[in-house]
């Protein structure tokens, strides 16, 4: 199945508005996938990184 291509004009205040939108986006639960951040903290403890010795 071949996509169609749309025409379709923009204008700037729309595409102001669609990204006020994204930017002021609150979830109302949290992730499926938990906190990021602890994942990554998490996956960066398990190697002893050669540079590691520099931050003590």
């Known amino acids: 199945m071949a996509k169609k291509k749309?025409?379709?004009k923009i204008?700037?205040?729309e595409k102001e508005k669609?990204?006020?939108r994204v930017l002021n986006f609150k979830a109302?639960?949290?992730s499926t996938f938990g906190d990021a951040l602890e994942w990554q903290k998490e996956?960066?403890?398990d190697?002893?990184?050669p540079?590691?010795?520099l931050n003590e």
Do not use: G, K, M, T
């Open 51 to 53: 540079f590691s010795i």
């Open 18 to 20: 669609a990204r006020q």
């Open 28 to 30: 109302s639960h949290p």
């Open 11 to 13: 204008s700037d205040l």
């Open 43 to 45: 996956q960066r403890e």
């Open 47 to 49: 190697r002893d990184l």
């Open 6 to 8: 749309r025409n379709v």
